[in-house]
């Protein structure tokens, strides 16, 4: 009797904390929603900067090259470079 009184208080207290919690969700939702909708303000973009070309692009690519070799542990040579592109 005392291991299922035990086992049943346990699931009881489960499932009164997960109706609590759902209650409390149910509550605090339109607040939320309320204080969403008066901080919302438009985004505005920057315009675009042109891409400026990079200077000495063949030793930018080889220092980065050598970098992620170096990370990864094999030979510079192992490598293969499809696009090289500033972001």
């Known amino acids: ?12 207290t489960v499932f009164v904390g997960l109706i609590c919690i759902i209650l409390l969700c149910k509550i605090v939702m339109p607040i939320v929603r309320a204080t969403e909708k008066k901080t919302v303000k438009p985004v505005v ?5 042109p891409v400026a ?9 080889a220092a980065v090259c ?3 070799a170096e990370e990864l542990g094999t030979d ?5 470079v499809i696009s090289f592109k500033k972001l």
Do not use: E, T
């Open 53 to 61: 070309d990079i200077p000495d692009r063949q030793r930018m690519l």
């Open 1 to 12: 009797m005392d291991i299922g009184f035990v086992c049943l208080m346990g699931v009881g």
């Open 66 to 68: 050598a970098a992620i």
């Open 76 to 80: 510079v040579s192992a490598l293969k």
């Open 45 to 49: 973009h920057a315009p675009a900067q």
